[in-house]
């Protein structure tokens, strides 16, 4: 079937690690995305990318990056810069149709 | 910039009753409009969407029509049930903005037997 997977469902950070948060789609989608959702709140664009080997800061980038190396793959990286890391991370591909989501990481600093 | 206002929640109502939430718009162009829904601890899920004014988005029940008047997007249901319970998002994608959406703050319906 076609979708998205983003692996791992939960991940735990001690305090200063860096952590890579997967996001692979196999339905052939040029656009990519990393939300973030806190609690109580809506989701906010992290970075996206609309082409390979491309990409662009969305409105709360300090402390991620991403890579597109591939058309199916959007990895998102948590670094030690990114403060409040705690939080539940989307991944998405779109169409002119709408987007579709991953099932989410829930990342959580120990 | 464009932006997106949802009705705040949590909505709490009764199996079988009438359910609304209101969600209005900012945004330059035509912008495409969405609702998705989001069940705990998952993803979103793209409940309904319309592309043009006056185009009515409708799926299991829900509809919701692009009143570009009034610069809105309400979403109904005629009769709500317990499976109905999940946190509902509304969106739009901006004219030449590459799919990228912004989204409402959610709205957390509750639907008690």
């Known amino acids: 079937d076609g979708g998205i997977t983003q692996s791992p469902k939960y991940l735990f950070r001690k305090e200063g690690q860096n952590v890579t948060l997967s996001c692979e789609q196999n339905l052939n989608h040029d656009a990519m995305y990393w939300y973030r959702q806190d609690p109580g709140q809506g989701l906010r664009l992290i970075y996206y990318?609309?082409?390979?080997?491309?990409?662009q800061k969305g409105d709360i980038a300090e402390g991620y990056s991403v890579s597109r190396e591939k058309k199916e793959s959007f990895p998102l990286t948590v670094t030690s810069a990114q403060k409040n890391p705690t939080a539940f991370y989307l991944c998405?591909?779109?169409?002119?149709?709408?987007?579709?989501f991953g099932q989410g990481t829930r990342l959580t600093v120990v | 910039g464009n932006s997106v206002t949802q009705m705040e929640g949590p909505v709490t109502l009764s199996e079988e009753a009438f359910l609304t939430i209101n969600c209005t718009y900012t945004?330059?162009?035509?912008?495409?409009l969405f609702w998705y829904v989001q069940y705990p601890g998952e993803g979103l899920q793209l409940l309904l969407k319309?592309?043009?004014?006056?185009d009515k988005g409708s799926n299991k029940g829900f509809e919701a029509t692009y009143r570009k008047e009034t610069t809105s997007f309400h979403l109904e249901k005629g009769s709500v049930q317990v499976s109905d319970s999940a946190v509902y998002f509304c969106?739009?994608?901006?004219?030449?903005?590459?799919?990228?959406?912004?989204f409402g703050q959610g709205t957390e319906l509750s639907v008690k037997p």
């Open positions: 998405a591909s779109s169409t002119r149709g709408g987007a579709f």
């Open positions: 945004a330059t162009g035509y912008p495409s």
């Open positions: 319309a592309t043009k004014a006056d």
């Open positions: 969106a739009l994608s901006g004219f030449n903005q590459g799919g990228k959406l912004i």
């Open positions: 990318s609309q082409i390979v080997n491309d990409f």
